[in-house]
């Protein structure tokens, strides 16, 4: 019988800083976040390091004392990874690892490395390849370093900025290439989406990692990849549905993230157009996360950079399974009732409340409440197909159970 082989994770430290922009609190989430991140990638974080500035370092991102803290850290514990929270600078990146002689990566260059792991497709590739030759342009001179090593050094000086302007070279053209490679494949999967008939469509949306995937696995009875790790989705997975006798299109698309590189918004704009074109949104939302409320913001903010925020949307809270409140013993007299400590009946009737009929509470791995959310999505789906097929009312009665 052969062996399972362990999978060997990378030693990795975290770095994050408190601003006026960035409180304690919100830097912890993030690392949170980050560290979650690093998981996926394949990193263990052993530790973190945190620094209150008014704002970052311009050369190294922390201050000196710091950076000497990591430093020792970094070669007393054989630390091969170094991760920032926030975009580094060509610059910054330069300077650290001069200093740290570790590997440096930051957020975006973090985020970037999960979808190059994820993407199945040859357009999800592709689209990932883009992104990240658009992140590595501006920061090419960092591949330029040993030269640096030999100044002084007669002749070495010119030939080194030739080299660095001929791989900038490459580099443009391979985008340029890229570019005209995803234009090909946006007529092509265009054509095939004007080709699904007129059939309802409805799209999937929301944070990564809050399910939808695994909820378009229970509605389609499809086998979707779904797995508990950030950005287990990256390509748009479309299928057909049928509620009652009523069919429509079902698709899941990649999952947001806060801090979500401007690049990756950029070349995966065209697989965004599923959302674009469906007719109703299911806002999917982990409501056992206790930061649930900053991710519909960060969908919000990226359905608007799409211009679909005004879209028929569905708010489908997922994980009720999941959800666990704070609790106050009865002779504490001192702690603040906050958030934490909502029941879940005592959400529904915070802003939920006027959500109206367009929430449901659901738990799609246990299949809570699936009955209800069928019923609310026949109806949605319905009225948009009998509005736009007023001859077809007699075909699809009211509700299911009719």
């Not at 990849?225 to 549905?241: C, G, I, M, P, Y």
């Not at 697989?271 to 960060?298: C, G, K, N, W």
């Not at 915070?350 to 999505?377: C, P, Q, V, Y």
């Amino acid at each position: 019988m052969l062996e399972r082989k362990e999978i060997a994770y990378e030693k990795t430290v975290l770095i994050g800083i408190v601003t006026r922009h960035q409180d304690e609190e919100k830097l912890t989430e993030f690392l949170d976040e980050l560290e979650f991140l690093t998981y996926t990638a394949g990193g263990e974080v052993v530790k973190r390091f945190t620094q209150k500035m008014e704002m970052p370092n311009s050369k190294t991102f922390i201050g000196t004392g710091k950076m000497e803290e990591v430093k020792a850290y970094v070669e007393a514990h054989d630390i091969g990874t170094v991760v920032f929270d926030d975009e580094l600078s060509p610059a910054q990146l330069r300077n650290i690892e001069r200093i740290l002689e570790a590997k440096i990566i930051d957020r975006t260059n973090l985020i970037l490395d999960i979808f190059a792991q994820r993407a199945q497709t040859s357009y999800a590739r592709t689209q990932v390849e883009l992104a990240q030759y658009q992140y590595l342009l501006p920061r090419l001179t960092g591949l330029w370093t040993h030269l640096e090593r030999q100044r002084g050094g007669i002749g070495m000086r010119g030939p080194g900025e030739t080299e660095i302007e001929t791989d900038r070279r490459i580099v443009r053209d391979r985008i340029s290439l890229l570019k005209k490679k995803l234009q090909t494949i946006d007529k092509q999967m265009a054509t095939q989406r004007g080709n699904r008939g007129k059939l309802v469509r409805v799209a999937l949306v929301g944070y990564t990692n809050v399910g939808k995937s695994t909820l378009m696995n229970v509605i389609a009875k499809s086998e979707v990849f779904a797995e508990n790790k950030l950005f287990a989705t990256l390509d748009t997975t479309v299928r057909k549905v049928v509620i009652g006798n009523l069919p429509f299109l079902l698709s899941d698309t990649v999952g947001f993230i806060r801090k979500l590189p401007t690049q990756l918004v950029e070349s995966f704009k065209s697989t965004l157009d599923e959302v674009r074109e469906a007719d109703l949104l299911l806002h999917v939302v982990d409501i056992s996360h206790p930061q649930f409320e900053d991710h519909i913001d960060s969908v919000h903010k990226i359905l608007g950079e799409i211009d679909c925020r005004d879209k028929a949307t569905i708010m489908v809270f997922n994980k009720i399974d999941a959800y666990e409140h704070e609790t106050i013993p009865a002779d504490d007299l001192t702690t603040e009732r906050t958030k934490a400590h909502y029941t879940l009946e005592e959400w529904k009737q915070t802003w939920m409340n006027k959500i109206g009929d367009n929430a449901l509470f659901i738990s799609a791995i246990h299949k809570e409440n699936m009955e209800e959310f069928r019923t609310r999505i026949y109806k949605e789906v319905r009225d948009i197909h009998v509005t736009r097929f007023p001859y077809n009312n007699f075909l699809y009665p009211e509700s299911i159970e009719e």
